[in-house]
């Protein structure tokens, strides 16, 4: 259990870090700046992937049967945090543009995806005892 969760967490990382460093990479080379702080939506999205990747895990223990149930309510979750938490840049008065809109898809979408591969193995997983 620990060693799968601990091993995914790792590789996660590795890409997350990867990817940040190559979009800040992008955006300084087309001399452009973003009006919120990558890092921060960065340490917000794999906050929230070690709670529900550690959530699922534990809940697959006690209740296999929904894991599915609650990955996806935690995803909604997570958007509705997210939302809460960077209301600001995202309801701001003035505009994002392309770069800063797909600037906050990236991360949203990398650990969505993540988290969806753990919890779908995990599920595979459960079927297959």
């Known amino acids: 259990m620990y060693k799968r969760l601990i091993l995914f967490t790792l590789i996660t990382v590795a890409i997350a870090v990867s990817a940040l460093f190559f979009q800040k990479w992008y955006i300084s080379n087309q001399n452009e700046f973003l009006s919120y702080s990558l890092d921060s ?60 809109r797909i600037s906050i898809i990236i991360p949203f979408f990398m650990f969505l995806v993540f988290e969806a591969i753990y919890s779908g193995r995990l599920m595979n997983a459960k079927d297959n005892e």
Do not use: W
């Open 41 to 100: 939506v960065y340490i917000f999205h794999f906050i929230a992937f070690i709670f529900i990747v550690g959530s699922v895990e534990l809940l697959s223990k006690k209740l296999p049967d929904q894991v599915g149930y609650f990955y996806l309510a935690s995803v909604f979750v997570k958007i509705g945090l997210f939302v809460l938490v960077f209301k600001d840049t995202i309801f701001s008065e003035t505009s994002m543009d392309f770069l800063e």
